[in-house]
């Protein structure tokens, strides 16, 4: 169904669950709620553990989302594996997470689709690049030490794809990639569990530009991301994260013209301040956006860092002016 609907229309992402997270300004002891009153480990920080203790509020933040004009809201599940989850010492936890964290995303996204059945309503599992990468050493004296093997990586990417899939996620979403290697792996992953449950989800596979150079932290040019990829079924790439909008404008335009998949973007808003804050307003990012459509580069748009609702609700308004960018085969 989602690819029908990406050859009939732009579809919106969600913005950053992080940007409204902070506005709750929850406490260590709301992290932890009654369940982790006595957890031996600071858990202030652990965003995915809300899925448990402040389950109405990540439920509220979806709505906000929904009503703002998304299609597609990401769960709560950036860290979502035993990698990241050791910093808190919750690795044990790492399934019960995702499910849940699918489960509240889709017990919402079914309640807009009844309203509005003209207008399904997707959940992406997002799935996070860890802590940690396998293609570079984080010890700068010994630059071929690596601090996780592709197979470590592996085996926990397969967990939380099947907890999210379990929890009801429509498609998955492999994103902010900095290290493809750490990709590969989780797409390894999900190509197991496909071949293993005999079913065909969605995949939508996005990398992060770093900085001005034009690479992913790993290294690799747009072009070269595209072609580390190229030999799994996904629906769509793209980029989010790192940049703002108009600093994406030169990547998507290479995946744009190379890609046969459908083109996803969803930048940060503008890029941080002195404080780490993000300035930009729904109307400046939206108005930056407008060269996407007017360039014809994208098929899924939305927010990452410093994006909230408003933000999504002037994208998604901007959006209905202007046709999807045409996939490669229909192109030629």
């Known amino acids: 169904m989602i690819k ?35 957890w031996e480990h600071p858990l202030q920080g652990n965003n995915d553990l809300l899925s448990l203790t402040q389950p109405e509020a990540i439920a509220e933040i979806h ?60 959940v992406a599992g ?36 099947e907890a999210l899939l379990d929890g009801g996620a429509d498609l998955l979403l492999v994103e902010t990639i900095f290290d493809t290697l750490n990709a590969k792996a989780a797409l390894f992953a999900i190509e197991e569990v496909k071949e293993e449950r005999n079913i065909d989800p969605p995949i939508m596979v996005s990398g992060t530009i770093t ?55 969803h930048p940060n808003a503008g890029l941080p301040n002195a404080f780490g804050e993000y300035d930009q307003t729904p109307e400046q990012m939206a108005e930056q956006i407008k060269e996407y459509l007017e360039k014809g580069l994208v098929n899924i748009v939305g927010g990452c860092c410093g994006t909230t609702p408003g933000h999504i609700t002037a994208i998604a308004n901007l959006v209905k002016k202007y046709d999807p960018r045409p996939t490669f085969v229909e192109s030629v």
């Not at 009939?8 to 369940?35: P, S």
């Not at 860890?130 to 926990?156: C, Q, Y």
């Open 63 to 122: 709505r906000k989302y929904f009503a703002a004009g998304a299609d597609i809201v990401e769960t709560n599940t950036f860290s979502g594996t035993t990698i990241a989850m050791a910093d808190y010492h919750m690795e044990e936890l790492v399934y019960e997470l995702n499910y849940e964290s699918a489960r509240i995303a889709k017990i919402v996204a079914d309640e807009f689709t009844a309203k509005e059945p003209d207008k399904p309503r997707f």
């Open 126 to 161: 997002s799935i996070g690049p860890t802590n940690k990468t396998a293609s570079m050493s984080p010890d700068v004296n010994d630059p071929g030490f690596r601090a996780i093997s592709f197979d470590e990586l592996r085996i926990a990417y397969k967990q939380q794809v």
């Open 211 to 265: 900085d001005a150079s034009g690479r992913t932290l790993s290294g690799q040019t747009a072009e070269a991301f595209l072609i580390s990829i190229s030999h799994i079924p996904i629906l769509s790439v793209g980029f989010n994260c790192a940049l703002g909008a108009d600093q994406l404008v030169p990547h998507l335009e290479v995946l744009a013209s190379k890609s046969e998949h459908f083109v996803s973007a």
């Open 4 to 38: 029908d609907l990406l050859q009939e229309r732009i579809l919106i992402l969600d913005g950053a669950m992080g940007t409204m997270l902070q506005r709750y300004k929850f406490t260590e002891e709301d992290f932890r709620g009654k369940r982790f009153a006595t």
